[in-house]
C-alpha cells in the first residue's frame, strides 16, 4: 500500500537556524498538505500543493512540491520557538482513494 | 465555539471494558474521520463516513465500531479494550470526500488520550 515517509524524525535547533523536513512518498501524489501538531495539540492545517513543482510561502515557512509529484518539503527560515511541534504531511495518490496518507511525522524542538 | 468538539478528553479504563468517544462538527461538512496516533506519533486513519455513509474502513479490529447518526456526528465505540489500544483518537471533518481534485482541508477535534490499564 501508500506509504508516506519523513525525515529527520527529530530535530533539534537553535532559535535562528533553519530547518527542513523531506516528504517521500511510493506512490505518485495528486496533491499533498501540510499540518502542524503543537505538543498536546491537535493537527492544523497549513496548505496545500497541487502542482508539480510548486512552490509556496508563508512568512518564513516555504513549501515545495517535487516536479515526479513523489516528494515535498517544508523549510522554516531563522526557526522560533514558536515553530515547535510536529510537522505532517499528508498525501492523496493520484488513484483517488479518497483518503489522506500522514507522513512519519517530524519533532522540531527549538533551543532558545 | 469549537468546530470539531470530542468527548470525553481523557479515558482511563481497564482491559475489557467497552467505551465510547464522541464527535460533533459545526462546520457543515460532508465527511468525518477517526485517526489513531499511536506514542509515536504516527497517525492512521481508522474510518471515514460521508453523509452517515461509511466510505473507508482501514485494518481495524472489529472491536471497533463507528456510528454516524447524522453527518454532523461521528461516535466510536471500542469492545473488550485491550493494552495496545491506548492512544490518542482524533475525530476529523472535511467539507467533501478526499479526492483528486478538490482541497479538503481537514479540521480535528482535540482528541482523545484513551490509557488501557
Given at each position: 500500500g501508500q506509504q508516506v515517509m519523513q525525515?529527520?524524525?527529530?530535530?533539534?535547533?537553535?532559535?535562528?537556524?533553519?530547518?527542513?523536513?523531506?516528504?517521500?512518498?511510493?506512490?505518485?501524489?495528486s496533491n499533498i498538505q501540510w499540518y502542524k501538531q503543537r505538543p498536546g495539540g491537535h493537527p492544523v492545517f497549513l496548505i496545500q500543493l497541487v502542482k508539480s513543482g510548486e512552490v509556496k510561502k508563508q512568512k518564513r515557512l516555504t513549501f515545495q512540491f517535487g516536479e515526479a509529484k513523489k516528494n515535498s518539503s517544508l523549510h522554516i527560515t531563522a526557526t522560533q520557538t514558536t515553530d515547535v511541534g510536529t510537522y505532517f504531511c499528508a498525501g492523496v495518490s493520484d488513484s483517488g482513494t479518497y483518503k489522506y496518507i500522514f507522513g512519519t511525522g517530524t519533532r522540531l524542538k527549538v533551543l532558545a | 465555539d469549537t468546530a470539531v468538539s470530542q468527548t470525553p478528553k481523557y479515558l482511563v479504563t481497564q482491559?475489557?471494558?467497552?467505551?465510547?468517544?464522541?464527535?460533533?462538527?459545526?462546520?457543515?461538512h460532508d465527511t468525518m474521520y477517526w485517526y489513531k496516533q499511536d506514542s509515536k506519533k504516527f497517525l492512521?486513519?481508522?474510518?471515514?463516513?460521508?453523509?452517515?455513509?461509511l466510505?473507508?474502513?482501514?485494518?481495524?479490529?472489529?472491536?471497533?465500531?463507528?456510528?454516524?447518526?447524522?453527518?454532523?456526528?461521528?461516535?466510536?465505540?471500542?469492545?473488550?479494550?485491550?493494552?495496545?489500544d491506548s492512544a490518542v483518537y482524533f475525530c476529523a471533518s472535511s467539507q467533501d470526500l478526499v479526492s483528486v481534485t478538490t482541497k479538503n482541508i481537514q479540521y480535528f477535534g482535540a482528541g482523545t488520550r484513551l490509557s488501557v490499564l
Open positions: 525525515i529527520p524524525q527529530y530535530q533539534h535547533v537553535q532559535e535562528g537556524e533553519d530547518f527542513t523536513t523531506y516528504c517521500n512518498s511510493s506512490t505518485t501524489l | 482491559m475489557g471494558n467497552d467505551k465510547s468517544i464522541k464527535c460533533e462538527q459545526n462546520l457543515g492512521k486513519i481508522m474510518f471515514s463516513y460521508n453523509n452517515k455513509e466510505i473507508i474502513n482501514e485494518t481495524v479490529p472489529n472491536r471497533f465500531s463507528p456510528k454516524s447518526p447524522d453527518k454532523a456526528h461521528l461516535n466510536l465505540h471500542i469492545n473488550s479494550l485491550e493494552l495496545g
